[in-house]
């Protein structure tokens, strides 16, 4: 085929434009002529056809390269989007163990709450029903307390409508505060000086005080001994060496006396002060008269 090099196809045209020369005749040149034109032009057809051809190539050419780097760039994101998702597979594992973890926590707490609460309701009811006995409690100490105090009050004015005379005398002092209730009795009414045996005068005294204490049986009885602050001296200071001993003698003196005419001895105490529990001054004799003294002392029982 003519068509392959340009250069041959003239070499033929010149070989058939001498080869003819003299023997071959005008028409036969002119149709060689034509045939070699026909071919040239075949020959530029084809030539244009194959620069086209090879244009096109170049083109696919480029356009497979273009598309190899796209399909190594998406066999590249292939691989990054397998990796992302070997990555998130991992992530929501990971995740999903956290949130089973998580649930399992949240479950236990629920139910720590729940215990808790339930604890703190029982708790509360037990608090309400402890409330309630407490304010019942009160309720009933405040009565019993209302009727101490009652009783207290009533001793006390019996004391007083009893001891009126003695009273007003000075002899005794009855005293009621915040339910204690104190019969102050000098010791010239009860004993002579120096001496711890009770004088008969005395003794009707503590008798008729005797009574009304014997209606009192929700009470306990202090006896307590005070003196004044001379200290004691001569021959008595062999037998009481100081006034702890002679305030003691005295009020286990009267605390037996009250024994005797019929007060239960369990609400019965004999305490001694000596001269340590003033309720006058010391340095006249008026004061020291009161200060020397028997208190009978009705207390709550504890």
């Known amino acids: 085929m003519f068509h392959k090099t340009p250069g041959l196809a ?5 070989f058939l434009i001498l080869g003819a020369g003299g023997c071959v005749a005008k028409s036969d040149y002119l149709r060689k002529q034509a045939e070699a034109d026909a071919l040239n032009r075949d020959l530029a057809a084809r030539t244009s056809q194959n620069s086209d051809l090879k244009a ?3 083109k696919l050419t480029a356009a497979t390269e273009g598309l190899i780097a796209d399909k190594d760039a998406l066999i590249a994101d292939k691989d990054g989007l397998i990796t992302d998702k070997k990555r998130l ?7 999903e163990k956290e949130r089973t973890a998580l ?17 703190l ?19 009933l100490l405040r009565q019993t307390k209302e009727v101490e105090v009652r009783k207290v009050s009533k001793t006390y004015e019996d004391l007083l409508s009893e001891m009126k005379n003695e ?13 204690k209730l104190t019969v102050d009795v000098v010791d010239r009414i009860l004993f002579d000086s120096g001496q711890t045996e009770i004088r008969p005068e005395g003794l009707g005294v503590l008798k ?16 307590e001994g005070h003196t004044d602050s001379i200290p004691i001296g001569g021959a008595l200071a062999k037998r009481y060496p100081t006034n702890w001993e002679l305030s003691a003698a005295r009020a286990l003196n009267v605390t037996r006396f009250l024994e005797k005419e019929g007060i239960d ?36 029982r504890e």
């Open 89 to 95: 597979i991992a992530d929501t594992e990971r995740f």
């Open 121 to 139: 309701r029982n708790h509360q009811i037990e608090l309400e029903g402890d409330k309630q006995m407490l304010a019942e409690s009160i309720s």
């Open 265 to 300: 001895p369990t609400l019965l105490s004999a305490v001694a002060f000596g001269e340590h529990q003033p309720i006058a001054e010391n340095d006249t004799p008026e004061g020291r008269a009161r200060n020397r003294r028997i208190a009978i002392i009705l207390l709550p």
């Open 56 to 58: 096109q190539i170049d």
């Open 167 to 179: 009273i007003a005398q000075g002899q005794i002092a009855i005293t009621e505060l915040r339910g």
């Open 10 to 14: 003239v070499v033929v045209v010149a």
């Open 208 to 223: 008729r005080v005797v009574e009304i204490l014997m209606t009192v049986t929700d009470k306990v009885i202090r006896v």
């Open 103 to 119: 649930e399992v926590r949240l479950n236990r707490i629920t139910e720590e709450t729940s215990r808790t609460i339930e604890g």
